[in-house]
């Protein structure tokens, strides 16, 4: 069966300090691979996808880059944290035999506070 | 307007009793819809995806209405265990620049089961 693997659960940075994110995934080939933001009390904000290793799309323009070395492999950083970077950052992974049927399913998310 | 849009409730319901809601979309041309269940602070999870005739899943019922363009779901003999935010995830239209890859989410209905 497929797993999927987020670290850190839970991480506390000061502004201006650089971001790594890590996500895997296991039990699957050449998955979709989503990197969401959920703000207290919000929805969920689409930030990056990626349909094969090094294509990335963003979906919004911010100081965050996503990257995917490896297939099964996606991580999102930044280079300076900003106050408004504070959020619930989930990954995502789904198959891609039909995009149009197939339901995300989430990695355990980082819970990150910049201070 | 936004494109999935859902009563943030909350939804107070007695233990036992029945509970639906509806989530509406923009995108006429949309072809996969799920609902996701998310308890606090934590990811969230698929609950049931929806088909076009409607399906059961235990105490769970999904409908798709497309000519009103909007998702219901309805939660009989309620349990505290289904206190939580349910998500209403729409895909986008097949051959649309944004479908792949990308999948709306609403901001989510509260649901409190009191005993």
């Known amino acids: 069966s497929q797993t999927i693997h987020q670290w850190p659960a839970t991480l506390v940075q000061p502004v201006g300090s650089p971001l790594s994110l890590e996500c895997t995934v296991e039990g699957t080939s050449n998955p979709n691979l989503y990197w969401y933001r959920q703000a207290a009390g919000r929805g969920l904000q689409l930030l990056f996808y990626s349909v094969g290793i090094g294509q990335i799309s963003s979906e919004v323009p911010q100081n965050l880059s996503a990257s995917r070395p490896q297939d099964r492999q996606f991580i999102l950083s930044s280079k300076k944290l900003l106050l408004s970077d504070s959020g619930f950052y989930l990954c995502?992974?789904?198959?891609?035999?039909?995009?149009?049927?197939?339901?995300?399913?989430f990695g355990n998310g980082t819970r990150l506070t910049v201070t | 307007r936004k494109e999935v849009e859902q009563d943030p409730g909350p939804f107070n319901v007695p233990e036992g009793a029945t509970v639906a809601f509806n989530c509406t979309y923009s995108n006429s041309a949309s072809q996969s819809f799920f609902w996701y269940r998310q308890d606090c602070r934590k990811e969230p999870k698929l609950l049931m995806s929806?088909?076009?005739s409607g399906n059961e899943d235990g105490r769970f019922t999904a409908q798709l209405n497309r000519a009103s363009q909007y998702i219901s779901l309805l939660i009989r003999d309620s349990k505290l265990s289904d206190s939580a935010t349910y998500l209403c995830v729409v895909n986008g239209a097949r051959g649309t620049t944004d479908s792949w890859g990308k999948l709306q989410f609403g901001a989510g209905t509260q649901v409190v089961v009191t005993p």
């Open positions: 995502a992974w789904r198959g891609t035999g039909s995009p149009y049927n197939s339901p995300l399913h």
């Open positions: 929806v088909y076009s």
